[in-house]
């Protein structure tokens, strides 16, 4: 049970972290008058960061704006929006789907701030101080395009007291707004959490179709401090391996030091002791292997304090979610109040694996626990975030704008474009509505525009589709 004195002190470490990295000039408002995030945007093709061989084809290709917009302009129509959270994040981000754009010279985001945000901010919260929602960038993954925000919201950061355990949450507002201006099929959120499963890897990826509020602190009697939420499509995974692949190559980065005492005056003899070697994969509900698989729809939590899994709480938060993170729940929130949401997935990297529980706690300044939780975000925070970028660039490729042809009236369709029939791909296939054309099988006989997912079933042959299809 966390104590209200320990539970403050965690909160102020969720906001510590939160803020990791800001410098002076993330804080200043009308950045572009500083001359500072109006630095051209490269003309010429800029070397990565990041030396990643993507698959031809699918390297991602930022979009220079020409000219550049506004901080009070409408965000661009996108196909998918990827949106992230501190600046360790935000590096990782850029330097895997933008590269050559580093963070300060993304285009600020401010739309609708002072009527809409700025009263429902705490004073002292970042984006009060910078009079910001955000930033982004437009990039290009094969056909699909992609925008790629930084939020200065969070749900950690910028809540407003209302009573006693209840406050505003202006992030919510912003995914609303994004969601209503970019018009994207998919929402994709990125960034670390904290592992829960001792067996999951410092870096490995977790990626779901759920999330859900665990709130003790400022949020505890909102109706929705317990709330879950899911997205129920078929997540793409094809590219998974190859994304994979690509993170083996910075596994190197994720060493963790040898260990012992900090001081010879404890009785230890030594030699130090060595850690396991990470190696990093993607976890999702279609997993090849136990190790790499959670259960359909398993959700991350979202605290609004720093929370961590240990080896006491871990049986307990297995339960209930895959990691620990602060604000994702808030998208399914945001979802949730939408009559035609888009579809949404969390994928997040574990940057702080399962911490020894027989630590000592105590104080702040004696709780080793948090020391070391603390420790290892500060560590892996950019480099456990590469990956959790490289998990998010692999679902791009294989997203699909519009839902899977449906079968026609003369024949059954395994297609997954068009059905090889011309007449069919011309009326009924792709989900167009056709009532003068009814679906007429030997045992069943049904309008086409009405078919539902057991007749689907039932005409297919399938008794359940996948929920991560591989193709």
Not at 99 to 128: H, V
Not at 259 to 276: M, S, V
Request: glycine residues 6%; positive net charge; charged residues 20%.
């Amino acid at each position: 049970m966390i104590t209200p004195d320990e539970m403050q002190q965690r909160v102020n470490l969720a906001r510590m972290l939160l803020s990791s990295g800001r410098t002076s000039i993330d804080d200043q408002p009308l950045v572009d008058e500083m001359g500072v995030a109006a630095l051209p945007l490269p003309e010429a093709e800029p070397a990565a960061l990041l030396p990643i061989p993507f698959p031809a084809g699918l390297k991602p290709v930022p979009q220079p704006f020409n000219p550049r917009p506004a901080s009070s302009d409408k965000l661009p129509e996108a196909d998918v929006v990827v949106v992230t959270w501190t600046v360790a994040e935000h590096e990782a981000l850029c330097d895997v789907l933008t590269p050559g754009f580093s963070r300060l010279t993304w285009p600020r985001y401010d739309r609708n701030f002072a009527a809409k945000y700025d009263a429902k901010i705490r004073a002292g919260a970042p984006a009060k101080k910078s009079r910001s929602l955000g930033s982004y960038v437009v990039t290009k993954i094969g056909n699909k395009k992609v925008l790629c925000f930084k939020s200065e919201l969070h749900l950690n950061q910028d809540g407003a007291k209302t009573g006693d355990g209840t406050a505003t949450m202006p992030v919510k507002d912003l995914f609303l707004q994004v969601i209503e201006e970019a018009k994207p099929k998919a929402v994709l959120t990125v960034g670390t959490c904290g592992g829960i499963d001792v067996d999951h890897d410092l870096g490995d990826v977790l990626v779901t179709r759920g999330a859900k509020f665990r709130l003790q602190s400022e949020f505890k009697n909102e109706p929705f401090a317990r709330q879950a939420f899911t997205s129920d499509w078929a997540l793409p995974t094809t590219h998974f391996a190859k994304a994979e692949e690509l993170m083996a190559a910075f596994a190197g980065n994720l060493r963790e030091p040898e260990f012992g005492p900090p001081t010879k005056r404890y009785n230890f003899i030594g030699p130090l002791l060595k850690a396991k070697p990470n190696k990093p994969s993607i976890i999702h509900e279609a997993g090849t292997t136990p190790a790499n698989t959670i259960p359909a729809f398993h959700p991350v939590l979202s605290t609004d304090f720093f929370e961590f899994g240990t080896s006491n709480n871990a049986s307990e938060l297995l339960q209930i979610g895959c990691g620990l993170e602060m604000g994702d729940a808030a998208l399914g929130l945001a979802a949730s109040e939408l009559a035609s949401p888009p579809k949404w997935a969390v994928i997040r990297n574990i940057s702080d694996p399962q911490i020894n529980g027989d630590l000592p706690k105590g104080s702040m300044a004696l709780n080793m626990q948090a020391h070391w939780a603390v420790w290892y975000y500060e560590a892996f925070g950019y480099h456990t975030s590469v990956n959790s970028a490289l998990a998010a660039w692999a679902i791009m490729p294989a997203f699909r704008n519009r839902r899977p042809p449906l079968p026609c009236h003369r024949h059954i369709c395994h297609s997954k474009s068009s059905c090889s029939t011309r007449r069919c791909r011309a009326t009924q296939c792709g989900w167009r509505r056709n009532p003068r054309h009814p679906v007429r099988t030997p045992a069943l006989t049904f309008d086409s525009g009405a078919l539902t997912t057991a007749s689907i079933t039932s005409l297919m042959g399938r008794s359940q589709s996948p929920a991560f299809p591989r193709a």
